[in-house]
């Protein structure tokens, strides 16, 4: 990722772009805030012509950082006031869905909400904290250019609120169905610059837009399809999302002509795996999902090309792993199978390799690996789930 560099080269398009007025709130609040702080926007630095006019005062953003990363937020969330939902809803700039909450749901169904909820109350941390490094000028989270670093604070301002909404009728759909909201736990997050933390954002989206096919699959399958297009609001939604994220690392904003399937199994497991904080959730085990072991893709980074991948998975036995086959879920296509070859053990850790047939399948954009106890034929992603031991191991390619 060279984040500086198209960065540069995002800053002359946007310039080009600034007749088009960029909707924000909160923006007057930040600017004082970023002066002086070690960033390049003060009262000294030069701004281009053209700059965008300053957006409207709004509410401010709740800001908060914290590595682990824990909540609530100064605005209540995850229990937002009807003032706070008020101004969490300008911020977002538009409202939750206001036609009262679906009830009667499966309860397989119940359980999708319950993942994102999850997974859009991590998302709000990881957010609300990419927010407050991008505003105080953390370093590594610095932006130079005027026009670039607004554009990127008003971007992430609304995704902040949008996740807040996301998280917040999830729980509102729990607890019209007789469920408990869930509650956040304490987050870790791996991203030490901009470029990392919104290579890192691509990837957990990316992953959610899978996921969330998965969802209105079994929607659809429980006789709940009235809930199916609210969530595919939310997949545009994450969709639009991305191609900013994708934007801003100089890659073409849409990733691939049908974007990569993933399952409820592979979200949850891999959240607990990378980002929550091991002990801290106060009720995720009414989440009735497994958590994978922990698959590590080694190679990095992965070129496109075909090539042979290394993986590890730690293993309690000191015998490399028998009968196992590694799984590559891509775009909508049938799981690609392939041999697990060399394995070794040392130290509790299996390291092994396969192969990665990119030019045949074109695995660009999100590839899910995944270690399996049986070598197919697979139909689904969800088919590979069910017979998953490690995973899911996250390839991202152009
Ligand atoms: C938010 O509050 C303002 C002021 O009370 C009110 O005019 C507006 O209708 C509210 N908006 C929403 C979306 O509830
Ligand atoms: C914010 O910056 C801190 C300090 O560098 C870092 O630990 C954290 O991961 C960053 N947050 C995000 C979301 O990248
Ligand atoms: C394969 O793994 C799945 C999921 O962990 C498990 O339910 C199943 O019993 C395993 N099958 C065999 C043959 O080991």
């Known amino acids: 990722m060279h984040f500086s560099t198209a960065i540069l080269a995002g800053a002359a398009l946007l310039s080009a772009a600034n007749a088009i007025p960029v909707a924000s709130s909160g923006w007057g609040e930040w600017e004082g805030q970023g002066n002086g702080n070690g960033g390049g926007y003060g009262p000294g630095s030069s701004q281009p012509s053209g700059a965008p006019a300053p957006p409207p005062a709004g509410p401010p953003a709740p800001l908060k950082s914290g590595n682990p990363f824990s909540f609530p937020l100064s605005n209540g969330f995850p229990n937002l006031s009807p003032d706070e939902l008020n101004a969490t809803e300008i911020q977002a700039h538009g409202t939750e869905p206001n036609g009262g909450a679906p009830t009667g749901l499966a309860a397989d169904d119940l359980t999708s909400f319950r993942l994102i909820a999850f997974n859009e109350i991590f998302e709000v941390a990881f957010f609300t904290d990419l927010l407050f490094n991008i505003t105080t000028n953390v370093p590594g989270f610095t932006i130079d250019d005027h026009n670039t670093r607004q554009l990127v604070i008003n971007a992430i301002t609304a ?11 999830a729980n509102k759909i729990l ?10 736990c304490q ?11 919104l ?16 969802v209105q699959l079994h929607l659809a399958q429980n006789n709940d399809d009235g809930v199916v297009p609210v969530i595919g609001s939310v997949i545009g939604q994450e969709g639009e999302q991305t ?17 990569t399937r993933s399952s409820r199994e592979f979200a949850f497991s891999v959240l607990n795996q ?14 009735d999902l497994p958590i994978f072991l922990p698959l590590t893709v080694n190679t990095s980074p992965i070129e496109p090309k075909d090539q042979t991948l290394s993986f590890s998975v730690p293993v309690d ?11 590559y879920i891509n775009s909508q296509n049938v799981p690609i199978v392939e041999k ?3 394995a070794q053990v040392s130290n509790g850790m299996a390291t092994f390799e396969a192969f990665f047939p990119y030019t045949e399948n074109l695995l660009n954009g999100l590839t899910i690996a995944a270690l399996t106890n049986s070598s197919g034929p697979f139909t689904s992603a969800e088919d590979v789930a069910k017979v998953t031991i490690a995973g899911p191991g996250l390839i991202e390619i152009m």
């Open 159 to 169: 995704i902040q609120a949008q996740e807040e909404l996301h998280a917040d009728n």
């Open 175 to 184: 607890m019209a169905n007789g469920a408990d909201p869930i509650q956040p």
């Open 187 to 197: 987050y870790k997050f791996p991203s030490a610059t901009l470029d990392d933390a």
């Open 199 to 214: 290579a890192f954002a691509k990837t957990f989206t990316d992953v959610v837009l899978g996921t969330l096919q998965d």
């Open 243 to 259: 191609g900013f994220f994708r934007f801003f690392a100089g890659l073409t904003p849409s990733e691939l002509p049908f974007l």
């Open 274 to 287: 990378a980002v929550v904080v091991p002990g801290t959730c106060p009720n995720e085990n009414q989440i």
């Open 317 to 327: 036995k000191s015998s490399p792993p028998a009968g196992l086959s590694l799984v």
């Open 340 to 342: 697990v070859e060399n």
